[in-house]
């Protein structure tokens, strides 16, 4: 609760206080603010005794305040690792921080309300932050159609909660899984519920992006400022993937009845996700198909829930880490290798092989997002797919067989960077954060058992 | 005194010297390297009377653990792992200080202290591990070490080639250990000595399971101490600079092998099938080498045969159950071997690189140190009497009439030729005239103090040595001390030899004999009628079989090596090229295929994606309601 | 208390409902005007509220009418950001159609 205060407090405070000033100036600010937040949520320290908010809307478990440790870390991770952009006013700063206020509302949500409300204070600065490049046409583009099919999917989700206050009588989580059990004990779900369920599934799974409600994500990730690209690729699928567990764990007396439809949901994501992302000619694009991808592995996270004998949310955590790091990582390198050559498409990574510390630390960003082990990608594939395993092998075979897809087109970028080497500036500077994400990638690949609580 | 530290300080040294040997000045390099052995020396000395009391056994932690299976981390000083620390620190010391002015103008200088110090932290894991896995932990370790030191002058592709034969051919007989390690576990449960030991002791298991470990960790020891069929890689690995084949090809890791099996002593008492087999493949190397040795012409090349003949000999002892004299022959070896190799690198660097011992002669008076200590060397490694290496032949000797009269006599023809082919190369070199055209005798020149100084060290070794195991008909109140030393260790001990007195003063006098005539026909032949090895053209018959080391290389070649190589191009071009490789293109382009299908659907249209994603909940929400 | 709401059948409330969220989805799907799809989805919006409160007052908890007063203040926001969003398009390509921008695909 804390540390959401503080988000808040910190957003509202870049917002004003840096309305004329250059982002340069507010840049560490925000991060120090944000990774202060981040050590309060780890600390579990209670700095509002004062304030009493009914456990029925938003409480935090001690799972939860990792959640918001590990959203207040790679919000400052991406707002340090990527070059101050405007010189007039540090308004996106704001918006991102505000957007992050939104993403830890959603981590602790309880309550039907308060997961709208998450979700909506999450994704409404994002409409604006995807469009930030007013003049760029493309910008334009992410940003209406981010808008729009972002507003189509809540409405949805809205008509889902609807459906389901009329089944179950209450809009608190807690109370629904009461509902659900009985249910279950029947065997008869009321269409209401049912129709509710799924409702609700499309709009999570819309943010997440998962397939076939992921087109917005290549469109919009491309089109974007590569700042927010990396924000969104990370913040809204830590927090999406949240409630959805969240979501999950309350019906997760009907587990028997949704697990087919995830499982194939999960596969169609991991196909299509892997599939499109091998025909792309721009890396920024390859990312976003890779992060449907992604989601479609994470989905299986929720074929565990119910079984005793996994911990669904420290998996899905650990998976978490690695995958937003890596991102960040990746986003980054791609936006730098774009400033350096002026070019969109993969040939913006030719002949960086001269440049060798820039290259090393590329390779450990691209094995970790394709799973290679002594990365952190490894790591949450490892203790994911192991474990989904004995759920459902045919699902966990479908993200094998993806994985090895991936390291097809992860792998690209490697050979133009290792192929022409006549174009090579070997002196281009890159910031000191970027060997941290490299650093944090072997750390968590070579003791994941420090970061899975 | 926590037995950590002795493995600290190697790898301290390793790491340092790894990392900042370049910007470090070369004295530093040395100096550090070298006090960073011999510090664990005075430690393990200091040791001494702890070890008399009980073994020193390190606080241990879990290494892995498997199932039931746990191996530890857990290090062991006893007797016999103090006298092997004693030997690779001692003598790696000297050789450190020695490589110190032998490697001076080396470019990679600091990259050769940082492997000579790897090697000796991990010949220390090898000896002190307190379980098999420890030690084959050790064993890859110095395995490695071995290889790139072989290979240290990478360039020169002859010597890479030498540096994977030493590889491969260890390879193979680890392949041996690490088998007897798995039965081990399968039938004993465990690695760790002690409870493996008092396993075999007490529960009685079928003998097949005891002859099978004990021939496979055999196997292992064939491939560290080449012995037959492993033995071709040794004299290859003369490549490496000659401190190396000092250190680790005479005196210190070939020396493993022989180091396992006195470990095992209770499994080999209880497999006198495997013994027998030890018996005979250490007689058959033994002479094998001898004769090989006959006809080498170059320096280091005779001395890496008469190691691998000097290895064969122990490896007798260890057939006929003499384990203590096994011990005995190691130290000694490791005295005179690692002397003359280190007097066979002074000549060298006097010679400016020149092996060749048809191009040198004469040299006793441009280098007199050399000489003289190189003379004492040969003198112990031919049975000289009351020299080191007089004493423990012929105590493996004493054990081999016991055992067979004909084991008894191939082994004293072996020792025989021992001293033939050591003669026959200390004339050519330090006797007669010089003969060499492209390098004046004024440039020969006598070696740094650096250098000369672990000769006299060694030497005085090698003239002493024999007090540690002294037989008893010379004294009888300090004899056998390290027969008495290394008792308690064993279950069963060494095989009991009754020999009557006048038989064993027979026996001497077989030995003295034996050096007599190889002594005087060599000087006859190289000094007095002035004889010179004869060119390699020259050669007829059995001098240019044994000079062509009996064609085995050839043999190996085109036995294995061919055959595996041309199953390798037919999997590359056929099976993999026609079969993975074009299965694999064809899966890539049926995705990629499929990819730009799906592309298509991602159209940039809002309205598209909107319908689908209509289309597609109502497709769940249809499934999900009414089916 | 017996209020003419609760008089009408619940299930009357909820076909409404779903007619008028229906209308507004098939006004988005098959619409071209952006502005006309923002309306549209605002009508799904406020279908759901209506929704909610028919729910609420039929089964006399407040939670359902508290959350319409969030829905209207979200969606509140997020009208005044889309037509931000509408007024940037149009200003850079004096276009308000939806598939006007299709550039980025594939």
Known sequence: MSALLIVFAAAILVLFLGINKPESAMKWPSVILLMLAGLVALSGVDLATWLTVPESMISYSSMDRLFVALLCGIGALVIAVFDALSSKGSDRLGLMMLSLTGAVMLVGQENLVMMFLGIEVMSIPLYVLAGSDKQNIFSNEAAIKYFLLGAFSTAILLLGSAFLY?????????????????????????????????????????????????????????????????????????????????????????????????????????????????VQSSPKRMLAYSSIAHAGYMLLVLLLVGQAQFEADSILYLYLVAYSIASTGAFAWIEWATQRSGKMDFTMFNGLSSNRWAIVNMVIVFLSLAGIPLTAGFAGKYYLFASAFSIHPLAVGFALLGTLLSIAYYFRAFRFAFADTQESTPNAKFSWVLMLVSVAILLVGCAPMWFMP | MNLYILLALPLLGFTINGLFGKQLPKFVVGALASSLVFIPFVLALTLWSEVKEA???????????????????????????????????????????????????????????????????????????????????????????????????????????????????????????????????????????????????????????????????????????????????????????????????????????????????????????????????????????????????????????????????????????????????????????????????????????????????????????????????????????????????DEILLHTFHHSPWVYGLSVFSAGLTGIYMFRMFFLTFHGTYRNDHYAFEKVHESPILMTLPLMVLAALSLSGGLLNLPHYLTHSHSEALAHWLEPLFVFGDAAVHVEPSTEWALLGVAVSVFVIAFVWMRQKYVVQGRVAENDDQMSGSAKLLAHKFYVDELYDSLFAKPLQALGTWTYRVLDRKGFVAFTDLMGKVTHWKGQTLARIQSGNIELYLIIMVLAAALMLGIELFA | ?????????????????????????????????????????????????????????????????????????????????????????YRNTRNTTVNFLSNLKG
């Open chain 1, 166 to 278: 009329g089944a179950t009588g209450t809009l608190v989580l807690q109370s629904m899984t009461h509902k659900a059990s009985m249910y279950a004990h029947f065997g008869v779900y009321p269409p209401m519920l049912v129709a509710g369920l799924v409702l609700l599934a499309v709009g999570l799974l819309f943010k997440v992006s998962a397939v076939p409600f992921h087109f917005w994500a290549p469109d919009v990730y491309e089109g974007s400022p590569t700042r927010s690209t990396a924000f969104m690729a990370t913040i809204v699928k830590i927090a999406g993937f949240s409630a959805l567990l969240r979501v999950t764990m309350a019906f997760e007396p009907m587990s028997l009845w949704y697990q087919n439809a995830v499982a194939i949901l999960a596969i169609l994501s991991i196909i299509v996700g892997n599939m499109m992302g091998l």
């Open chain 2, 55 to 393: 073994a020193i056994v390190s606080q241990p932690f879990t290494f892995l653990q498997v199932g039931d299976l746990n191996i530890e981390f857990k290090l062991m000083l006893d007797r016999l792992s103090l006298i092997m620390t004693l030997i690779i620190t001692g003598i790696g010391t000297l050789i450190h200080l020695y490589s110190m002015a032998y490697m001076a103008d080396d470019a990679g200088y600091y990259k050769f202290f940082s492997y000579l110090n790897l090697f000796i932290f991990n010949m220390l894991i090898l000896v002190l591990g307190a379980n098999f896995m420890m030690l084959f932990f050790g064993w890859e370790g110095v395995g490695l070490c071995s290889y790139l030191l072989i290979g240290f002058w990478y360039h020169n592709p002859d010597f890479g080639y030498a540096a994977r034969k030493a590889f491969v051919m260890n390879r193979i007989g680890d392949l041996g250990l690490l088998l007897g390690l798995f039965m081990i576990i399968q039938h004993f449960g465990s690695l760790d000595y002690q409870v493996v030991f008092s396993e075999i002791a007490k529960v009685s298991h079928p003998q097949w399971v005891y002859t099978s470990i004990a021939v496979l960790l055999f196997v292992g020891a064939m491939g560290k101490s080449a012995q037959i069929p492993l033995y071709t890689w040794l004299p290859d690995a003369m490549a490496g600079p000659t401190p190396v084949s000092a250190l680790i090809h005479a005196a210190t890791m070939v020396t493993a092998g022989v180091y396992l099996v006195v470990r095992s002593e209770v499994l080999y008492t209880l497999a006198p099938m495997a013994r027998d087999l030890i018996l005979y493949v250490g007689l058959a190397t033994s002479l094998l080498a001898a004769f090989i040795g006959l006809k080498q012409n170059d320096i280091k090349k005779v001395l890496a045969y008469s190691t691998v003949s000097q290895l064969g000999l122990m490896f007798i002892a260890l057939g006929c159950g003499a384990y203590s004299a096994a011990m005995f022959h190691l130290a000694t070896h490791a005295f005179f071997k690692a002397l003359l190799f280190l007097g066979s690198g002074s000549v060298i660097h006097g010679m400016h690189h020149e092996q060749d011992i048809r191009k040198m002669g004469g040299l006793r008076k441009a280098m007199p140190l050399t000489y003289v200590t190189f003379l004492i060397g040969t003198l112990a490694i031919s049975g000289f009497p009351f020299l080191s290496g007089f004493f423990s032949k």
């Open chain 3, 1 to 89: 208390m017996n209020t003419v709401f609760q008089q009408v059948d619940i299930s009357h409330y909820i076909y409404l409902s779903t007619v008028l969220f229906s209308i507004g989805l098939f006004g988005v799907l098959f619409r071209r005007n952006a502005i006309v799809l923002l309306m549209c989805i605002e009508l799904m919006l406020n279908s759901v509220n209506l929704l909610l409160t028919a729910l609420s007052t039929y089964m006399g908890d407040a939670g359902g009418q508290l959350f319409v007063f969030f829905i209207m203040v979200v969606a509140a926001a997020e009208a005044a950001v889309g037509l931000a969003i509408l007024v940037m398009v």
